[in-house]
């Protein structure tokens, strides 16, 4: 289960949230509830939660934990995209030609940042490893968007453009399951467990 973060100040204002390491606000308090609701069902709790180190993550797979009795391992594999020198920075700020840039050429990195290609590198390490791990449990990794969107292009074998073709909810449920160690999308961008 890759389960994006609740929201952030930083979210609901629309700047780019990579590295930056803010905090839920209210509504991401709620939602980091709401999922642990959901996921701590008998039939949807996990055996193992695992989260990005960054603390908006962090809180979401607390929550969780919590009503669970499990631990949070970390793992910087799933830390969000690092958007360098455009951290923080108003999406509409970046200039449409660098944007036109980064979505052609998945080596292409923001200023001081990671390119698309170096975050599928270390998402698809970290599917890799949890595939055989998978397969006998249930395993919720609380991370970001950009690591989801990776995690789908590994289960589905697509190219590393796929990415700037999906969308991914603030505090969404994504599923892969597997077939011996063969990954398959199960479902999508969940977003049934939040009010409204």
């Known amino acids: 289960m890759l389960v994006r973060h609740g929201r952030t100040s930083a979210n609901a204002a629309g700047l780019l949230q990579g590295r930056v390491d ?22 949807e709790r996990p055996d193992r ?17 919590e009503l669970t009795g499990l631990e949070v391992s970390v793992d910087e594999r799933w830390a969000e995209l690092d958007y360098g020198d455009w951290d923080g920075l108003p999406i509409s700020e970046v200039r449409v030609s660098d944007w036109q840039r980064w979505r052609a050429d998945t080596d292409f990195a923001p200023p001081g940042g990671e390119s698309l290609a170096q975050l599928n590198d270390r998402v698809s390490a970290a599917c890799d490893e949890l595939a055989a791990v998978a397969a006998g449990q249930r395993v919720a990794v609380f991370t970001h968007v950009s690591p989801i969107k990776s ?24 599923r892969i399951g597997f077939r011996g160690l063969a ?10 467990h939040l009010d409204g």
């Not at 803010?22 to 039939?43: F, H, P, Y």
């Not at 453009?161 to 449920?173: C, N, P, Y």
């Open 49 to 65: 939660i695992i989260s990005s180190p960054l603390l908006r993550a962090r809180q979401t797979a607390q929550a969780t934990a």
């Open 151 to 174: 995690a789908v292009r590994w289960a589905l074998g697509a190219s590393d453009e796929i990415s700037w073709r999906l969308h991914v909810s603030q505090a969404q449920i994504t």
């Open 183 to 192: 990954p398959r999308l199960t479902s999508y961008n969940e977003t049934t």
């Open 22 to 43: 803010n905090e839920l606000d209210e509504l991401g308090a709620r939602q980091a509830d709401q999922i642990a609701a959901a996921l701590s069902r008998i039939d």
